[in-house]
């Protein structure tokens, strides 16, 4: 007998702060912006850099895989992070991630090659307005200037104590992305929120 319970929509790890995020953005006055970015596609792919895997998943997906160390490449609505010689993280907008997964293992054949659907693993921080930079910089040891880590850069590094992937956007308006983990993502808004406080009224 076919299964008729009805199914609960899905519950983004910050749901419950959503309210709190969007009154610290309205009170800072355009200091900084704090959002979440709920179930964005994530996709882990690791293969060799050199091999032809490579370039056919770049055709597949209209952009390179970026080859220098901690880049972004951006192409219409989806974002490749270089994680390292061999890996990368391929982001796409939310309730593509089995289209993506297969679009990807399809381009690459029978090329030894590790493709991993880890949207689930992590959630997305929007952090953005003119004090972006200040705030992060209060719990990330990166030099965070423009000209060390300008639109188009990416790292794993640790933001107030917890792991994260820091992705400044391809405009400087357009502030950071902050990739973390599910399970800590509700320490790491509390982290935020408690930082921001100098520029809230």
Request: with cysteine; aromatic share 4%; glycine share 10%.
């Amino acid at each position: 007998m076919a299964d008729t319970a009805p199914t609960a929509p899905p519950r983004s790890p910050l749901a419950h702060a959503a309210d709190r995020l969007a009154a610290a953005t309205r009170s800072s006055g355009g200091a900084v912006r704090l959002a979440e970015l709920p179930f964005l596609t994530q996709v882990g792919v690791r293969l060799d850099p050199k091999g032809a895997a490579a370039d056919a998943v770049g055709l597949e997906l209209g952009l390179p895989l970026p080859v220098e160390p901690n880049t972004v490449v951006r192409s219409g609505q989806l974002t490749v992070l270089w994680l390292g010689p061999d890996e990368w993280l391929v982001v796409g907008p939310p309730g593509g991630r089995r289209e993506l997964e297969s679009r990807i293992r399809a381009a690459c054949g029978d090329e030894p090659v590790s493709v991993v659907d880890v949207s689930a693993q992590r959630t997305t921080l929007l952090v953005s307005g003119a004090r972006a930079r200040d705030l992060l910089a209060h719990g990330c040891a990166l030099d965070l200037h423009p000209r060390s880590f300008g639109p188009g850069s990416c790292a794993q590094t640790p933001l107030g104590r917890t792991q994260v992937v820091l992705v400044a956007r391809d405009e400087p308006r357009a502030g950071f992305w902050v990739l973390v983990r599910a399970s800590f993502a509700g320490y790491l808004t509390d982290w935020l929120l408690d930082a921001a406080t100098e520029w809230l009224a």
